[in-house]
């Protein structure tokens, strides 16, 4: 069944930055959207990006836009996030998502539009 393994975590000072990655794997299917997740301690999981099948279309949460990048790799089933000028505020659990639904006018931007889901990589960012 349809796995979802996230990478590139770890411990980075303010202003630094870190690219996480996220390999899916047993797919049997395609037109899937890719996003990613984050839940700090004590708060509710939140949308940080998503983005299309082809790559042609992303969206981001207010927080990191003109920060954050999300890209797909040269494989469809690999997604990246490319974070610049972290923040101690980006500290969180990042988890990576897929939505077997194409993309199709709204953005998915919810948790329940999801339907797998990453184990959570832990990205810490110091002051």
């Known amino acids: 069944h349809v796995q979802l393994e996230e990478s590139g975590g770890g411990l980075v000072q303010a202003g630094a930055s870190m690219r996480l990655a996220c390999f899916a794997s047993?797919?049997?299917?395609?037109?899937?959207?890719m996003g990613w997740f984050r839940q700090a301690p004590g708060k509710e999981r939140e949308f940080v990006a998503a983005i299309s099948y082809s790559g042609g279309r992303t969206a981001y949460t207010n927080s990191v836009k003109g920060r954050f990048t999300i890209s797909r790799g040269g494989a469809t089933n690999t997604a990246y996030l490319q974070m610049n000028s972290l923040k101690p505020e980006d500290s969180a659990v990042y988890y990576c998502a897929l939505d077997r639904k194409v993309w199709d006018i709204v953005s998915p931007t919810t948790e329940n539009e999801y339907d797998y889901w990453g184990q959570g990589t832990q990205v810490t960012v110091s002051s």
């Open positions: 047993a797919l049997s299917f395609s037109g899937f959207t």
